[in-house]
């Protein structure tokens, strides 16, 4: 992976890190509160980030944040998500560092815009299901179970069968996970926030942490020795200068590349410029508008919230697919049609590119893979494949296997 060659990176700054100071009162009240906290922290600490919204605007910031599917999916994976909004309004800059990732990732930390903070110090992941049964301790379980099926806080399901499969999962019961200070290991994992380092149990590593591997990282990424969001290509807290980088040739397939890195300046015909704001022209497909923005007949234009069949787009839809030629949200499309990669529920596409939409094949049906079924489970035998819950199933060409129910956890009986 391209990384940002040092003399066009600088260190992100701001005269307010270190304030303690609560953002002011009767601000309009948010669907999704912690990514408006988000918006204001940046206000507050970073400000020339906002040059990445709509007029540098923060309450673009905050439409653009709170609009987006991707931040009330994020937010539902907290244990309280009220409480970490909370502890963004009152945290220091330092607190919370700010860096910029200009590769879209479903990373560990919440991300708008490119602008990605680390909020491990004040907000914690859920650990149990939404919904669903919790099992008790000493219950049995299948690691592979779905439907919303799991042990309980602070409990994971340790094998006890390891010769023995049912469907991807093995058998095992219900057992605590380690805690801050035990041993653990691939086989006994540590409760979170806790990481496993060295088989023991410590506090995760923040940003910018020296690591060994992926796992003791509160990002769940390791690169270069360093903790690193999924996917980020420079280092936390520095992003490139823009005034270095414009004018200059670049390169818009590489998300490596220092112009694509900087917040402020995307790479239109293999040349550096700077983002472009509502009602100014663009490149449709060059990724030139600012966040929140699409180009549209050559104008950059506010993105709808929810994008349906017979909107404009430039990339993707909510509804539907975006046909590029046309700018345009088609619907999916349905039964017998061709398609690329998906088509209207409940059928599918029956090639990647080139294919056809199909209905999904019922119980009992000879199957290739699990998406080609109702119930979604190709049912085969996978024992060959596998080594202790690392699975390297081979693609299969004909008929692998048979459409069937998922096996849940009375088959460990």
């Known amino acids: 992976m391209a990384r940002i060659r040092p003399f066009v990176a600088v260190v992100l700054t701001s005269a307010a890190c270190g304030l303690t100071e609560k953002p002011p009162t009767g601000r309009p009240q948010s669907p999704v509160p912690l990514f408006a906290e988000l918006c204001y922290l940046i206000e507050r600490c970073e400000p020339q980030l906002l040059e990445l919204f709509a007029a540098s605007s923060v309450d673009a910031c905050v439409e653009w944040a709170t609009c987006t599917d991707s931040q009330r999916s994020w937010g539902r994976t907290l244990g309280d998500a009220q409480g970490c909004a909370e502890f963004v ?199 030139q508008c600012r966040a929140g923005q699409m180009c549209h007949q050559g104008v950059c234009t506010r993105a709808a919230c929810v994008t349906e069949p017979g909107d404009p787009c430039e990339f993707s839809c909510s509804g539907g697919t975006c046909d590029a030629d046309a700018g345009l949200c088609m619907p999916w499309p349905t039964l017998g049609e061709p398609c690329e990669v998906l088509c209207q529920s409940p059928y599918v596409c029956s090639g990647f590119g080139e294919g056809f939409c199909v209905a999904l094949n019922p119980n009992g049906s000879g199957c290739r893979e699990s998406g080609e079924c109702a119930s979604n489970f190709c049912d085969r035998d996978y024992a060959p494949y596998c080594d202790h819950q690392v699975c390297a199933v081979p693609a299969c060409d004909q008929v692998c296997g048979t459409c069937n129910d998922p096996p849940k956890r009375t088959a460990c009986d």
């Open 89 to 287: 309004r009152g945290a220091s800059c330092d607190e919370v560092p700010i860096s910029f990732n200009p590769v879209s990732t479903l990373g560990r930390l919440p991300s708008i815009g490119g602008v990605t903070f680390d909020v491990s110090a004040g907000c914690t992941p859920r650990s149990t299901v939404f919904g669903g049964t919790t099992l008790g301790p000493g219950e049995t379980c299948l690691t592979s179970e779905g439907e919303g099926v799991s042990c309980g806080v602070d409990y994971f399901c340790e094998i006890s069968s390891p010769e023995l499969m049912k469907g991807l999962g093995y058998c095992g019961t219900c057992a605590p996970l380690a805690t801050l200070g035990d041993s653990c290991s691939d086989d006994h994992p540590c409760a979170r926030p806790a990481r496993c380092v060295d088989g023991i149990c410590g506090e995760p590593l923040g940003l910018g942490a020296a690591c060994t591997n992926s796992g003791e990282c509160a990002t769940g990424y390791c690169h270069d020795r360093t903790c690193l969001e999924f996917g980020a290509n420079a280092p936390p807290g520095f992003i490139v200068h823009h005034d270095q980088v414009l004018g200059q040739p670049c390169n818009p397939y590489d998300n490596g590349d220092a112009c694509k890195s900087t917040p402020f300046t995307a790479c239109v015909d293999y040349v550096c410029v700077p983002r472009a704001d509502e009602g100014e022209p663009c490149v449709v497909g060059a990724g």
